[in-house]
T-cell receptor, first 113, second 109 residues
Framework: GAGVSQSPSNKVTEKGKDVELRCDPISGHTALYWYRQSLGQGLEFLIYFQGNSAPDKSGLPSDRFSAERTGGSVSTLTIQRTQQEDSAVYLC???????????FGPGTRLLVL | RKEVEQDPGPFNVPEGATVAFNCTYSNSASQSFFWYRQDCRKEPKLLMSVYSSGNEDGRFTAQLNRASQYISLLIRDSKLSDSATYLCVVNKGYSTLTFGKGTMLLVSP
């Protein structure tokens, strides 16, 4: 079946602009995660959605970052007023529930000039 | 102590060698453990789950030591295609999973 998909695959933007990154999880997966990975670094947890529960936003680095998940499926990560340090690969993952295997999408490579 | 700690490597080994990685975790209440593999510029992919009794999948063996709070991954008969970064993943109690920063393995001819 279809895996996790993300769009766009690459995004180049200018400092100060807003960007939206999209994630389509595997159908039926109730848990959805956003991570970011800077070059040569580990995965940094950003935010987590589980069903209809309030999201765990504890990993968001600043109030410029926000995410929503509509209808328990597609999720959008928004970064407002982008900064150069936001440049990274943004990875989305989904799982059947919060303790099950996470399946990752291919990521969105964001470059802020 | 970091939540999940791994030696970043790189581990340089010749083809056919046996190599082992350890990963320590800080939360004694952790229940779920995994090893993921990440190839350069690719997303992480599940390699194997780690069970209390230990488990084996072909050339790969994973073990859990709860008393010392570490998990291990043993790779036998290394192949060139095993070159990747291996991520240790632990759940934070009843919350989300925490990824280690990974151990890089380079297998040479």
């Amino acid at each position: 079946g279809a895996g996790v998909s993300q769009s766009p695959s690459n995004k180049v933007t200018e400092k100060g602009k807003d960007v939206e990154l999209r994630c389509d999880p595997i159908s039926g997966h109730t848990a959805l995660y956003w991570y970011r990975q800077s070059l040569g670094q580990g995965l940094e947890f950003l935010i987590y959605f589980q069903g209809n529960s309030a999201p765990d936003k504890s990993g968001l680095p600043s109030d410029r970052f926000s995410a929503e998940r509509t209808g328990g499926s597609v999720s959008t990560l928004t970064i407002q007023r982008t900064q150069q340090e936001d440049s990274a690969v943004y990875l989305c993952a989904s799982s059947l529930n919060m303790l099950e295997t996470q399946y990752f999408g291919p990521g969105t490579r964001l470059l802020v000039l | 102590r970091k939540e999940v700690e791994q030696d970043p490597g790189p581990f340089n080994v010749p083809e056919g060698a046996t190599v082992a990685f350890n990963c320590t975790y800080s939360n004694s209440a952790s229940q779920s453990f995994f090893w993921y593999r990440q190839d350069c510029r690719k997303e992480p992919k599940l390699l194997m789950s780690v069970y209390s009794s230990g488990n084996e999948d072909g050339r790969f063996t994973a073990q859990l030591n709860r008393a010392s709070q570490y998990i291990s991954l043993l790779i036998r008969d290394s192949k060139l295609s095993d070159s990747a970064t291996y991520l240790c993943v632990v759940n934070k109690g009843y919350s989300t999973l925490t990824f280690g920063k990974g151990t890089m393995l380079l297998v040479s001819p």
